[in-house]
């Protein structure tokens, strides 16, 4: 059974910093392009971050372009989003999502991936 586990969520200032986590377990870790992906109340979900299962290539959405940094550690299991510069636009759950994958790619549409986790609140205060 798989499973994505994401932690790190809280609330913060507009301006500081959130580190994410998403431990995985069920599935060979390599074998899986991962991602990031939001939602804010009342939208729908916005793609924020991909990340190939082998080069770790990157793609990430322009609104969060600068600011976050995606990081895979195929050792642990787990994929990390580092946020900064945290703006009020950034608040919403954030949700870990897989993507079995035979190429080493990224996704960046969240249509794409097959496995979530159960997503962590980021709140940011203006």
């Known amino acids: 059974q798989v499973q994505l586990v994401e932690s790190g969520g809280g609330l913060v200032q507009a301006g500081g910093s959130l580190r994410l986590s998403c431990a995985a377990s069920g599935r060979s870790f390599s074998d899986d392009a991962m991602g990031w992906v939001r939602q804010a109340p009342g939208k729908e979900r916005e793609f924020v971050v991909a990340i190939a299962r082998i080069s770790a290539n990157t793609y990430y959405s322009d609104s969060v372009k600068g600011r976050f940094t995606v990081a895979r550690d195929n050792a642990k299991n787990t994929v990390y989003l580092q946020m900064n510069s945290l703006k009020p636009e950034d608040t919403a759950i954030y949700y870990c999502?897989?993507?079995?994958?035979?190429?080493?790619?990224?996704?960046?549409?969240?249509?794409?991936?097959?496995?979530w986790g159960q997503g962590t609140q980021v709140t940011v205060s203006s």
């Open positions: 999502a897989s993507n079995p994958s035979s190429y080493d790619s990224y996704y960046y549409s969240a249509a794409t991936y097959k496995y």
